[in-house]
């Protein structure tokens, strides 16, 4: 008896918690940053991770992704190349940015969250945290966010002057049942 009861917890457990998988093709990793005054966008490609996520249970849940650091894009092959180099992301080295979250709870909003985490870039590891959105798809889920950082705290850039400290990160992620 003992048995069964332990075997249907441990399957109803399973049945709450989703893991979702992201979609580089459906996704989208942007930022924006000043150079010389003017707004440059780019952005990154090659997402991997996993994602567990359950709205009713946020203590189960959470994100663990990378991008190829490699494929940053700003639509100019020579400031593409330049900033693949050692004195920005170097690729070489430190191939793809990671994210892992440490901590995922709802906002006072419906379907919206705020997520803490460990963020990498370089090999320099700072926590950030910021508001996302999760909006079900007919497969899983669309998470939408946006944060902020200072490149200088992740060594990106060196003692550029004329690029700016602070930079804005966008992200759109599907992520289908796995």
Do not use: C
Request: hydrophobic share 35%; proline share 3%; charged share 20%.
């Amino acid at each position: 008896m003992f048995k069964g009861i332990l075997l249907t917890t441990l399957v109803m457990a399973g049945l709450q918690s989703q893991f979702y998988i992201p979609s580089d093709s459906g996704s989208s990793i942007k930022f924006k940053i000043k150079n010389l005054g003017i707004s440059v966008t780019g952005s990154f490609t090659g997402l991997k991770g996993k994602i567990q996520f359950d709205p009713a249970n946020l203590g189960t849940s959470s994100i663990e992704a990378t991008v190829d650091a490699g494929t940053v894009n700003t639509g100019i092959d020579l400031r593409d190349d330049h900033l693949r180099k050692e004195e920005y992301f170097n690729v070489k080295n430190y191939p793809q940015i990671r994210f892992v979250s440490s901590k995922i709870t709802k906002s006072n909003k419906a379907g919206d969250y705020l997520v803490t985490g460990n963020l990498t870039i370089r090999n320099v590891t700072k926590e950030i945290s910021f508001p996302f959105t999760a909006s079900p798809q007919s497969r899983g889920f669309l998470f939408k966010g946006e944060f902020k950082i200072n490149r200088r705290d992740f060594k990106v850039g060196g003692n550029s002057f004329t690029l700016s400290d602070n930079l804005t990160v966008q992200l759109s992620v599907l992520a289908p049942k796995e």
